[in-house]
T-cell receptor, first 111, second 115 residues
Framework: GENVEQHPSTLSVQEGDSAVIKCTYS??????FPWYKQELGKRPQLIID?????GEKKDQRIAVTLNKTAKHFSLHITETQPEDSAVYFC??????????FGAGTTVTVRA | GAVVSQHPSWVICKSGTSVKIECRSL??????MFWYRQFPKQSLMLMAT?????????EQGVEKDKFLINHASLTLSTLTVTSAHPEDSSFYIC???????????FGPGTRLLVL
């Protein structure tokens, strides 16, 4: 099955700086890569996703890049704000529409 | 759109009892629902895939007789934790996807505490 690795496990950034989270996947058949944000005790919320037919996607301060050859994808958050503090999970799809999740990155934005 | 609800949001029960958790897609028909378990400070671990009108598919290591899943309609799936024990205490989250789409929308989760 798919194996998704995510780094770093924790990330502390100064407000206004950028945050980058990186993930690698093992199954070359994976073609859908969502990113979820989960605040403490809350549900994971989809913040952006990318499919394998594109290399980059941007939505305001959030962008995701995908390198299919290297089997890695990254989340970039620019101009970070305190409300960006949360746990972020990357994921890759498997057969039957399943998702395999990374271990998560706890992002803390220092005011 | 694409709102998923769960009930109850939290439950405390005695060891040996059974607990039922409901997952509903409120504004769309969900061909498939997924059940996850999340321990503190850990990732989401898929327990099973629930397809409407058919038997659930369980992930390796998940006991199907302990975690009963029923997906009776396109908007409702239930997870029953039978004979719950303290080690079953966790955050249980469901997700649902629209037919033909990859995106999974998550419910708010159910926190289970077994005493």
């Amino acid at each position: 099955g798919e194996n998704v690795e995510q780094h770093p496990s924790t990330l502390s950034v100064q407000e206004g700086d950028s945050a980058v989270i990186k993930c690698t996947y093992s199954d070359s058949a994976s073609n859908y890569f969502p990113w979820y944000k989960q605040e403490l005790g809350k549900r994971p919320q989809l913040i952006i996703d990318i499919r394998s037919n594109v290399g980059e996607k941007k939505d305001q301060r959030i962008a995701v890049t995908l390198n299919k050859t290297a089997k890695h994808f990254s989340l970039h958050i620019t101009e970070t704000q305190p409300e960006d503090s949360a746990v972020y999970f990357c994921a890759a799809n498997e057969n039957d529409y399943k998702l395999s999740f990374g271990a998560g990155t706890t992002v803390t934005v220092r005011a | 759109g694409a709102v998923v609800s769960q009930h109850p949001s939290w439950v405390i029960c005695k060891s040996g009892t059974s607990v039922k958790i409901e997952c509903r897609s409120l504004d769309f028909q969900a061909t498939t629902m997924f059940w996850y378990r999340q321990f503190p400070k850990q990732s989401l671990m898929l327990m099973a895939t629930s397809n409407e009108g058919s038997k659930a598919t369980y992930e390796q290591g998940v006991e199907k007789d302990k975690f009963l899943i029923n997906h009776a309609s396109l908007t409702l799936s239930t997870l029953t934790v039978t004979s719950a024990h303290p080690e079953d205490s966790s955050f249980y989250i469901c997700s649902a996807r629209l037919a033909g789409a990859e995106t999974q929308y998550f419910g708010p989760g159910t926190r289970l505490l077994v005493l």
